[in-house]
């Protein structure tokens, strides 16, 4: 199985940028399709982005395209959030997450292994 460990959240500006890092080990992340969640509180976890397991196919979340970018580095078995543009709005605990499947999905629940979060602040 696969540990993750997110970091790189913080505090920043409305209209400024930050890059989330996704540290995996256990098993290399070719083997899941990874995703971007995040948790506002008082409100659901919600899909931000996924990346397929070779990284050609990318899916985001209506509000975050254009804004947010899913990549992945199969050799250093880490996946990267890069937010800009950043809303008061997208204030919340961003979760990265591994699903063992083929195909990219949106359910929270088809995600086999999570990490613990980090919390990204943006003020107005």
């Known amino acids: 199985q696969v540990q993750l460990v997110e970091s790189g959240g913080g505090l920043v500006q409305a209209g400024g940028s930050l890059r989330l890092s996704c540290a995996a080990s256990?098993?290399?992340?070719?083997?899941?399709?990874m995703g971007w969640f995040r948790q506002a509180p008082g409100k659901e976890r919600e899909i931000v982005a996924a990346s397929s397991r070779s990284g050609g196919s990318t899916y985001y979340t209506d509000s975050m395209e254009g804004r947010f970018t899913i990549s992945r580095d199969n050799a250093e078995n880490t996946v990267y959030l890069q937010m800009n543009s950043l809303k008061p709005e997208d204030t919340a605990v961003y979760y990265c997450a591994a699903a063992q499947r083929l195909t990219i999905s949106r359910n929270r629940n088809e995600y086999n292994y999570w990490g613990q979060g980090t919390q990204v602040t943006v003020s107005s």
């Open positions: 256990g098993r290399a992340i070719t083997y899941y399709v």
